[in-house]
């Protein structure tokens, strides 16, 4: 069943300059309210906007056209590429978020975030491997959409990427991570353990230390084998 859209649109955006859109990235709101939320994301004065927002019950609001580049992941990095938003969608997902209480997504939220997201991925040229996280492009800076974010939910409906056999890496983990997307040190201001922890956000939530340790390596090892996979 396709989401509910409610149109409210952002002036926050400007033009892509030509650019494919090839990486979606979710976020929570990190926000009391949802209405604090929407009223910013349709702000001038604030500078931000996403291409859409996902409510806990399901609604989906439209911010901003797909083909128009809207400012939602800030100082970014990912595969070698400084300017996340030029190439990519954003969606905000409703959730106070670490500040403001973090809990977990509501059910109708996360199957209407799906049926969004397909249809994102049909309509544009987006592997499962570049569908990431806030924190993943801004390790740094950025926690969202967190370690109760149902990735591997969202995986077996075809929105992104979760390991599933675990192998072995053939190259250092740090050469790996950096090939696999993660951008730090010394092309990113990230250092390599935020970097580290972004991962295991994503990818190995139950544990989120910092550390490159011998599951982090297999979970690694199995994300690149499958991104490679056509």
């Known amino acids: 069943m396709a989401p509910k859209l409610v149109h409210m649109p952002s002036p926050n955006h400007d033009a892509r300059a030509g650019a494919l859109v090839d990486i979606l990235v979710l976020h929570y709101t990190g926000m009391k309210t949802a209405a604090e939320a ?15 927002t996902v409510d806990e019950d399901g609604r989906v609001y439209v911010h901003v056209p797909e083909d128009a580049r809207a400012w939602h992941a800030g100082v970014s990095h ?25 809990r977990e997504f509501a059910a109708p939220q ?41 990735w591997k939910h969202l995986a077996e409906f075809g929105v992104g990427l979760w390991p599933a056999v675990k192998e072995r890496l053939s190259a250092p983990f740090d050469e790996a991570l950096r090939f696999f997307g993660y951008g730090f040190e010394p092309e990113a201001d990230v ?35 499958q991104a490679e996979t056509p």
């Open 38 to 52: 929407l009223a910013r994301l349709c702000d001038p004065k604030a500078k931000v906007s996403a291409h859409y």
């Open 78 to 102: 990912w595969a070698g590429a400084p300017d996340v938003n030029t190439r990519s969608i954003g969606i905000e997902i409703v959730n106070p978020g670490h500040e403001f209480g973090y």
């Open 110 to 150: 996360i199957a209407a975030l799906i049926d969004l997201a397909q249809g994102i991925l049909e309509r544009h040229a987006i592997p499962a491997h570049r569908v990431l996280g806030h924190s993943d492009v801004a390790p740094a800076r950025k926690l969202d959409p967190g370690e109760l974010f149902p």
């Open 191 to 225: 250092s390599f353990e935020k970097a580290v922890e972004a991962f295991q956000r994503h990818f190995r939530p139950a544990r989120i230390d910092g550390r490159a340790d011998a599951e982090c390596e297999a979970i690694l090892a199995a994300l690149l084998a």
